[in-house]
Structures are given as structure tokens and as C-alpha cells.
T-cell receptor
């Protein structure tokens, strides 16, 4: 019940296109859903996060869509750029607990 | 503001040895969490320390232990190293506020031979 399932495993998108990564969770107690971006040789960097009281959150070119009834959330990267090429991880956690459960990661490649 | 720092960045150890990794959180952050990252298992939570006390623990054997000092710096120790312990060990710090955002360090790459 603690799993977070992430898809696709890898994604190739043309420059300027929209990159979409999906995650599904099982534990309805989760109430915090962050996305992390990781470049080779670096630690994950917090990109954007959402709580279940909203269905969408946008920060620049990055948008999280959240569907509480379906227990799914997704990351949309608009106008994808080569610099966005990285591995993206979704995660889930719950209030009062610093433990995050991570998805398996999506390797995103933006081609010119 | 300086980010999370981890030392050493790279480490090579032999099976059976023990190792200690260090993490300095962002100034003012009181919680430090440790994660193991491997290609096969992804990012897995090891444990979390807050005010020198372990608050949360993942599903790792007792060979993995940690501690936190009064200045919030944390160390992680792995005893009797196994080949499967080869991984990137990441620490993350947080303010422990309602936002509970966690910020990761660059990690320590441990190779066990």
C-alpha cells in the first residue's frame, strides 16, 4: 500500500513539445506529492509539489495535475527544452512524517 | 544560503568493512533524512532524524544506523559491508514546517568491492 507507480520509464520529446509523466499511488493517507528532477552526478532537486486540496498547480513551464479519486498525479512540462533532459521522480508523503516514497523515475530526453 | 553538503563524495570499501558518511543540512533545518539510491531499487528511505532522535525508519537491516548531533549534522554508518550496499547515499534536510519540503545533497557514491 506504500507503492508509488511511475510511468513511462523513459520518454523522448521534441523541443517545444509537452512532456507528460504519470504517477499512481495506493495509500489514501498520502497528502503531499512532490516532483524531483535529477541530473547525472547530482542529488534530486525539488521541482514542484502539490497537496490534495487542489487539482492543479503551475510554476512556470511545470504543472502538476492531481486526481484524488483516481489516486493519480502527473507532471506536465510545457515547451520542453534540451536543458530539461534529466530523470524525474514523483514521490508521496504524509503530514508529520518526513519519509517520502518515490516512484521509479522517468528518464526524459528532449531532442532538438 | 548553502545547500546540503555530504562528505565524502566518493568512497571505495571492501566487503566486511564498515563506513561512515556525513551530512550537513541547510542552516536552520532540523530534520535530516537518508536515502539509498540504486538502479534496481530506486530511491529508498533509510531513516530520519530530528532533534538528535530517530523519528522514522525504513526497511533496512540493523547494519545501517545513524545519528544526529546537536548542530543537526548527521552521520550514517554501515557495518559489515556487502556488495549490495554499493549505491548512492543521499541525505535530505527539511525545516519541519507545514510545507515539509526536503532538499537533497549531492550524495556519497559508495562502491563495495
Amino acid at each position: 500500500q506504500q507503492q508509488v507507480k511511475q510511468s513511462p520509464q523513459s520518454l523522448i520529446v521534441q523541443k517545444g513539445g509537452i512532456s507528460i509523466i504519470n504517477c499512481a499511488y495506493e495509500n489514501t493517507a498520502f497528502d503531499y506529492f512532490p516532483w524531483y528532477q535529477q541530473f547525472p552526478g547530482k542529488g534530486p532537486a525539488l521541482l514542484i509539489a502539490i497537496r490534495p486540496d487542489v487539482s492543479e498547480k503551475k510554476e512556470g513551464r511545470f504543472t502538476i495535475s492531481f486526481n484524488k479519486s483516481a489516486k493519480q498525479f502527473s507532471l506536465h512540462i510545457m515547451d520542453s527544452q534540451p536543458g530539461d533532459s534529466a530523470t524525474y521522480f514523483c514521490a508521496a508523503g504524509y503530514f508529520g512524517n518526513e519519509k517520502l516514497t518515490f516512484g521509479t523515475g522517468t528518464r526524459l530526453t528532449i531532442i532538438p | 544560503k548553502a545547500g546540503v553538503t555530504q562528505t565524502p563524495r566518493y568512497l571505495i570499501k571492501t566487503r566486511g568493512q564498515q563506513v561512515t558518511l556525513s551530512c550537513s543540512p541547510i542552516s536552520g533545518h532540523r530534520s535530516v533524512s537518508w536515502y539509498q539510491q540504486t538502479p534496481g531499487q530506486g530511491l529508498q528511505f533509510l531513516f530520519e532524524y530530528f532533534s538528535e532522535t530517530q523519528r522514522n525508519k525504513g526497511n533496512f537491516p540493523g547494519r545501517f544506523s545513524g545519528r544526529q548531533f546537536s548542530n543537526s549534522r548527521s552521520e550514517m554508518n554501515v557495518s559489515t559491508l556487502e556488495l549490495g550496499d554499493s549505491a548512492l547515499y543521499l541525505c535530505a534536510s527539511s525545516l519541519v514546517s507545514l510545507s515539509y519540503e526536503q532538499y537533497f545533497g549531492p550524495g556519497t557514491r559508495l562502491t563495495v568491492t
